[in-house]
RNA sequence: GCCCCCAUCGUCUAGUGGACUAGGACGCAGCCCUUUCAAGGCUACGACCGGGGUUCGAAUCCCCGUGGGGGCACCA
């Protein structure tokens, strides 16, 4: 396959989520595995709606994916600029050429008229509301003429008026649509700049796309992109239509208010949100990945498998529901695919977050006990925090032991101190054999015995292993806690 | 209202006319392992939206319904 140009275009309008999110890997997927470009563009052409900040958020967004792209407005790159703002005169240009092969018409109708207009179509209870053409009779040397006198205009693409356009996307085929359900749509507002359709098509073809990847919301006005290729007699680029994410009921889109919902939940679309949840780009990628990929080999892929099995032949054209549980399956499974230097690396963070004082000499140990227990990285937290801290104060009913009482679970406590303060060394290998005979003899499960002992050493009553645990504790610190478990329990 | 798109287990999907007793993954349930919690292993439950065609034969092709989604802007 030839090298592909992909570009993802998002406008800085609102926050960068999962469906642009994975608009942005496949597009990333294509051009590595093929060995071409992934380009960023911004479509900034409606300044009313603009958002300051959603720049940087979808360059942050890509960055910690590690989809990074290769041209954008902060990489720079051959074609450039890569923010439509900054392309005025580009696309002045071609509509003027549009104008000229006579594809398209100055119209100087007011908002007001096209309300007005739009009102008598509604109340005649039209099939398809749309502009009436009035503009389209207006001789060309006339409305050259208004247009040098200053007269506000913008510029409208010629719709056939009858015939059918075929259009092809490569995840459905053939997509007909009979020319009189189309409209005369505006290319260049009387603000002077385009509209998405001029820009977007004037700017894959400038940037030499081969691949357009973009929603499914793109599918209504297809024809008039295809239309606007075609008038310009571009070649035409692979066009896929990826669909949109459900809630995670199936029933319905993603919405404002179901986004809401997620946070509540503990989880979010929004993919500057998932590093402070604890979540890794490689579980977040792998997650996205699979709605809309069908992937025929095993499921749990790094970027790099991604890239060789790549493919938009296997694409999916129907919606996909959001699933957050399995966003945690892969999240945890990429955890245990680290390594135990990186994994503490990224762990460190979420502890030094939380105030505490981490040595990566103990941290290093500490990691191999919890990797299998996280599913986020911040569940480091509730699994490992009593590592590093001075002393742990449990809740002394959770030191008495399952079917015993305080005075029992007392006397097992003192036993264990005394066994274990007569060993030299805490070690998992010294500890656990006279502590497993004393079991034995005592006629208390291990459950009873190792739970009271856990309780007190770690603070809490679910732990990572607890002699391997007891180790990286130190004697000293295992011993003193386990003195103060005693007296809680003397004081029950 | 009109136009367009989509339709396999609860969810993500494999399947491109016979290899389908419809495969995998998540979740769920059980068992094993086990000092807690996990992880891991094994097992179970679980789907071709409905109706018509085409064909010797349909999850696969066609039509009509139904359901879901998108669009009908000087927004993208």
């Known amino acids: 396959m030839k090298p592909a140009r992909t570009r993802m275009a998002p406008s800085p309008t609102g926050r960068f989520h999962l469906g642009s999110a994975r608009t942005a890997l496949f597009d990333y997927l294509l051009a590595r595995k093929t060995g071409g470009q992934f380009i960023l563009r911004l479509e900034d052409t409606d300044q009313k709606r603009f958002v300051p900040g959603s720049e940087e958020e979808i360059m942050q967004s890509l960055d910690w994916l590690g989809i990074t792209p290769d041209e954008s407005p902060v990489h720079g790159g051959p074609y450039g600029p890569y923010r439509q703002t900054e392309r005025r005169e580009i696309y002045h240009r071609h509509a003027r050429i549009l104008v000229e092969k006579g594809y398209a018409y100055p119209c100087f109708c007011t908002p007001e008229r096209l309300e007005k207009s739009r009102q008598q179509q ?262 490992a925090r009593f590592f590093f801290e001075e002393v742990v104060k449990p809740n002394p009913e959770d030191l008495v032991a399952n079917g015993l009482d305080a005075k029992q679970s007392a006397m097992i406590a003192r036993k264990s101190y005394e066994i274990l303060s007569g060993l030299s060394d805490i070690a998992h290998a010294v500890v656990e054999p006279p502590m497993r005979a004393y079991v034995d003899a005592s006629g208390y499960t291990a459950g009873q015995v190792f739970g009271i002992l856990r309780v007190a050493v770690t603070g809490q009553k679910v732990s990572p292993p607890l002699f391997e645990s007891m180790e990286i504790i130190g004697r000293e610190k295992v011993l003193s806690r386990l003195r103060y478990a005693i007296e809680l329990l003397d004081g029950m």
Request: glycine share 6%.
């Open 122 to 383: 509604q109340a005649q209870k039209v099939d398809r509301v749309k502009y009436d053409g009035l503009c389209r009779a207006i001789p060309p040397d006339l409305a050259a003429k208004r247009i040098v006198s200053g007269e506000k205009h913008v510029i409208r693409f010629k719709m056939p008026q009858d015939g059918v356009t075929t259009a092809r996307d490569h995840l459905r085929g053939d997509i007909v649509t009979e020319n009189k359900h189309l409209d005369d749509y505006v290319l260049l507002k009387s603000d002077g700049l385009p509209t998405y359709h001029l820009a977007a098509m004037v700017d894959d073809h400038e940037m030499q796309i081969t691949h357009v990847l973009r929603g499914s919301e793109w599918l209504s006005t297809f024809p008039l992109h295809v239309n606007i290729v075609r008038a310009f007699g571009w070649d035409e680029p692979v066009w896929i239509h990826l669909s949109v994410f459900l809630k995670p009921s199936g029933k319905g889109k993603m919405s404002k208010r179901e986004s809401a919902q997620a946070i509540k939940d503990g989880y979010s679309i929004f993919i500057t949100d998932m590093k402070d949840l604890g979540y890794t780009p490689e579980g977040v990628l792998n997650w996205i990945a699979l709605m809309g990929w069908g992937v025929p080999e095993d499921d749990v892929m790094t970027l790099e498998q991604m890239i060789e099995r790549f493919n938009i032949d296997s694409l999916t054209p129907s919606p996909a529901a959001i699933n957050f549980q399995k966003l945690d399956h892969f999240n945890g499974t990429h955890i245990r695919l680290m390594t135990n230097e990186d994994l503490s690396a990224r762990l460190k963070p979420y502890f030094v977050a939380a105030g505490l004082n981490v040595r990566d000499e103990t941290l290093l140990k500490v990691t191999p006990l919890i990797r299998e227990r996280l599913v986020t990285l911040d569940d480091c937290l509730a699994f």
